[in-house]
Nanobody, 124 residues
């Protein structure tokens, strides 16, 4: 079993930045790939970014490429999402996700564990 706890959400103006963190516990952190998803009001949960077990490979949704950066610190059992140039359409609950293996699935889904989410609100 893996427990994931997100932090770092909040209210920010358009053009601003936030860094989300996700602390993991319960299993060897470097055993699995990690990802971030988001769900805006009235919409389905969507993929945002993911990283392989050692951070060697990263993947991004087209909507966040260049603006967002995913990273991980295996010594701290933590994955991060640095979000820059935020837009009102980035407003959503952001969820941390752990995959079942060290590699990100081709469709970015197949998540084994979810965090409870942290709210990001971007005002215009």
């Amino acid at each position: 079993q893996v427990q994931l706890v997100e932090s770092g959400g909040g209210l920010v103006q358009a053009g601003g930045s936030l860094r989300l963190s996700c602390a993991a516990s319960g299993r060897t952190f470097s055993d699995y790939a990690m990802g971030w998803f988001r769900q805006a009001p009235g919409k389905e949960r969507e993929f945002v970014a993911a990283t392989s077990w050692n951070g060697g490979r990263t993947f991004y949704a087209d909507s966040v490429k260049v603006r967002f950066t995913i990273s991980r610190d295996n010594a701290k059992n933590t994955v991060y999402l640095q979000m820059n140039s935020l837009k009102p359409e980035d407003t959503a609950v952001y969820y941390c996700a752990a995959y079942s293996t060290g590699w990100v699935p081709m469709d970015y889904y197949g998540v084994a564990y979810w965090g409870k989410g942290t709210l990001v609100t971007v005002s215009s």
